[in-house]
Structures are given as structure tokens and as C-alpha cells.
């Protein structure tokens, strides 16, 4: 039974009645550009199969009802009009801050029944968080009749993980999760908002994009994060730019020598370098060259992403030497840090293929006692959508 089949059938069986629509929107896998969202610079997610699926009616009572399928026989209520930031917990608080955020900015969004099931690894920097976020946003506009184009919806999303849940991330994971086309990747200029989609067959070239997820405890709500945007929002100020994205790889040393401290300068390092392999990497691809060429490229993100950034840990360093040892092409960690998922750019087959790859990641965990990785291939799908 698929995802959409199982949230209608629950749907049906807690609110005997057929819900009046079914949305969904995917996970994503950052391809490169790690927190240069929200220093106003450049990225470039695709979305993935996995994806959150989201059954829903208007209320039929004073209030609304969330229920997830990953959490049988828990269901959590609010009223939508009462909604304030704190006052919904735990996972359904990204459900309710979707809605109090569509009400802030000033959408008539009444109370709704929602069923929720999802197939994103939750904690492997897949945006679990965006996917649940982008299907309710698009279902409860819909159910409202709320005209909202990908974007609109993408920025609302956002508002409600930063401002509701307290979650200071930047816009791309939603905007992945809204602007995904099959086989293609979203390059997105997250200070304009300018999204083109970028050409991304690996098939053709006989290649795949391996996803580990590496199962390191991961949370990104505890300061690490915000940390790091602190830091950068710092060394902008410091260097009087709005924001890192206005200090171009020529002007980078220059910049560094004007920072206070080794911390700053290592992360605006990283971010303006982050910056220049996400257009270099655009520039590639859009030519039409082999895609192994954007290998060295992954790897170096990652290694800036540990030395300048330090957002990485020993399962995800373990992983990508691993995996480069292997044969990968290139390989780097994606999302926020501090634990997640992996990526590698392999063969598809082969002695160095994704199997092979995979296998000799899960042998360096065992020798070291860790827990097995979850290992798999993935390609970019379609963004959120309404399924029926």
C-alpha cells in the first residue's frame, strides 16, 4: 500500500469519511552549498522519492486534529485561530506553526482533520521537518482555497520552523521541497529567490547519487546551528557587507585579514568558498560535461564543512573516507551537521559502484562498533504536488 493510500484508508477509519484531498511533498538531498542559505547566497537541493504524504478535510468539530501514522493511537489538538508560538510541542509543532504562520499572514485558514505519513528518515539531514511542513501548507491553502505559488508557500513553511518551532534555518529546504522536478536539480539564489532548474542524468553518464544515512545522533535545535549563523552575521557585520554573499573569492583574503578571530574568519571561508563550488558546480552541469567532474568539488565542500565550519562528526568523516576509499568520485556530508547523511557520487555498478561503496562504509561502522548505516540510491523527483 502506498503512502497515499495509507494516510486516506487512516484518514477514513479515525474521521469516518473520505478526506477531501491528499497532498504531498518530498524530503531533499543538498547536492552542495551548506549554510550559505542563510548567508543570502547559493544552493543547489534536489528532492528525493521519500516524502511526506498528508490526508486532509475541514474539521468537522471546534478543532483541529493531527494524527501521524509513524505515531498509531496519538492524536493532538488545537484550535487554529488560538494558535501562539509554544503552545503545540513536539513533532505536530511543525503542523501547527504551518497554520498559525498562514493566519499571521493573513489567510483565513480554519480548523482542519490531517493524517500524516511519512517516509523521510527523520534526523538524517533530509528535511523531514520541510516535507511535513510543505504538505500541510499546501493542503490546508488548497482545502481553503487559498491561491499560493511554490515560493509563497515555501516562505510560510519557513516562517513557521523558525518562528514557530524556533528552528533559524534558512529557505532552502522548503523551496527544494516546492520547486523539485524530476531529473532535475533547484538552484536557488536565496537572496532574490531566483529558482532555475539545473539538468542532473546521472544515468547517461553511468553514474548514481549514493545517500548514507549514517544513524549519528543528530539535532540541530540545541544552538549548533544557530551558533554558526550567529557567527556568520558577525563576520558580515565586521566586514560592513548585508550579508557573506557580498564577498566575492577574490575579496576573500582580504576580508579574512579585517575578522577579529580564527572562528570568524573559518566561517566566512567557508561560506564565500561554499558559494563559488555551488556556481562552479551549476556552471558544469548546465554545459553539459561529464558530471565526475563536480566529484572534487563535493569533496572539497566537505572538507571545508569540517575544518572551516566544524559541523561535522566522526560517523560522517568515517563515512566519506570510507566511501572516497571505495571509489567515490566525490563525496561530502549534506544538511546542517553534526550528524545526517552522506552523500556519494559513484559508478551505478562496478567495483566501485553503489553497492561497493555502500558496503565498505557499513565495514568501517563495523570494525568500529557503530550502528549499520542505511545505505540508498536516489535520483531528483518531483516536488510537492496534490496526489488527489
Known amino acids: 500500500m502506498s503512502e497515499q493510500e495509507h494516510a486516506a484508508q487512516l484518514f477514513e477509519e479515525l474521521h469516518g469519511r473520505a478526506p477531501a484531498g491528499v497532498w504531498a511533498a518530498p524530503g531533499r538531498v543538498n547536492l552542495i552549498g551548506e549554510h550559505t542559505d542563510y548567508?543570502?547566497?547559493?544552493?543547489?537541493?534536489?528532492?528525493?522519492?521519500?516524502?511526506?504524504?498528508?490526508?486532509?478535510?475541514?474539521?468537522?468539530?471546534?478543532?483541529?486534529?493531527?494524527t501521524s501514522a509513524q505515531r498509531p493511537g496519538e492524536t493532538i489538538r488545537f484550535t487554529a485561530a488560538d494558535l501562539t508560538p509554544g503552545a503545540v510541542e513536539g513533532w505536530a509543532a511543525y503542523v501547527a506553526g504551518v497554520l498559525w504562520a498562514l493566519r499571521e499572514a493573513g489567510h483565513d485558514v480554519g480548523d482542519v482533520d490531517l493524517v500524516v505519513d511519512s517516509t523521510v528518515p527523520l534526523g538524517a539531514s533530509l528535511s523531514s521537518s520541510a516535507a511535513i511542513e510543505c504538505a500541510v501548507a499546501s493542503a490546508a491553502a488548497g482545502l481553503a482555497g487559498i491561491d499560493l505559488d511554490a515560493t509563497q508557500i515555501a516562505l510560510l513553511a519557513q516562517r513557521a520552523e523558525n518562528d514557530y518551532v524556533g528552528?533559524?534555518?534558512?529557505?532552502?529546504?522548503?523551496?527544494?521541497?516546492?520547486?523539485?522536478?524530476p531529473g532535475?536539480?533547484?538552484?536557488?539564489?536565496?537572496?532574490?529567490?531566483?529558482?532555475?532548474?539545473?539538468?542532473?542524468?546521472?544515468?547517461?553518464?553511468?553514474?548514481?547519487l549514493l545517500v548514507i544515512d549514517t544513524r549519528a545522533p543528530h539535532a540541530l535545535v540545541d544552538g549548533e546551528y544557530a551558533a554558526r549563523r550567529r557567527d556568520c552575521e558577525e563576520a558580515a557585520r565586521q566586514l560592513g557587507v548585508t550579508a557573506l554573499r557580498d564577498i566575492s573569492g577574490d575579496e576573500l583574503d582580504d576580508a579574512l585579514a579585517k575578522l577579529s578571530d580564527d572562528t570568524l574568519r573559518k566561517r566566512a571561508r567557508h561560506v564565500v568558498t561554499e558559494d563559488d563550488r555551488v556556481l562552479t558546480v551549476v556552471d558544469i552541469l548546465g554545459s553539459g560535461a561529464d558530471p565526475r567532474e563536480i566529484g572534487p568539488l563535493?569533496?572539497?565542500?566537505?572538507?571545508?564543512?569540517?575544518?572551516?565550519?566544524?559541523?561535522?562528526?566522526?560517523?560522517?568523516?568515517?563515512?566519506?573516507?570510507?566511501?572516497?576509499?571505495?571509489?567515490?568520485?566525490?563525496?561530502r556530508m549534506t544538511g546542517g551537521g553534526f550528524?545526517?547523511?552522506?552523500?556519494?557520487?559513484?559508478?551505478?555498478q562496478g567495483p566501485a559502484g553503489a553497492e561497493a561503496v555502500a558496503d565498505a562504509v557499513r565495514q568501517a561502522y563495523s570494525e568500529r562498533g557503530w550502528t549499520s548505516p542505511a545505505p540508498f540510491v536516489t535520483q531528483a523527483e518531483q516536488g510537492a504536488t496534490r496526489l488527489t
Do not use: Y
Open 339 to 348: 550528524g545526517g547523511s552522506i552523500i556519494a557520487l559513484v559508478a551505478a
Open 39 to 66: 548567508n543570502e547566497g547559493f544552493v543547489l537541493p534536489l528532492a528525493i522519492r521519500q516524502r511526506c504524504v498528508v490526508a486532509a478535510a475541514p474539521a468537522t468539530g471546534a478543532q483541529s486534529s493531527v
Open 184 to 208: 532535475q536539480l533547484v538552484f536557488i539564489d536565496t537572496r532574490t529567490l531566483d529558482v532555475r532548474n539545473v539538468p542532473f542524468d546521472l544515468s547517461g553518464s553511468g553514474l548514481a
Open 167 to 181: 528552528m533559524p534555518c534558512g529557505v532552502m529546504d522548503q523551496m527544494a521541497s516546492m520547486h523539485g522536478k
Open 298 to 331: 563535493l569533496t572539497a565542500s566537505h572538507a571545508s564543512m569540517r575544518d572551516d565550519f566544524e559541523i561535522t562528526v566522526p560517523h560522517v568523516d568515517v563515512a566519506v573516507d570510507a566511501a572516497l576509499a571505495a571509489g567515490a568520485v566525490g563525496a
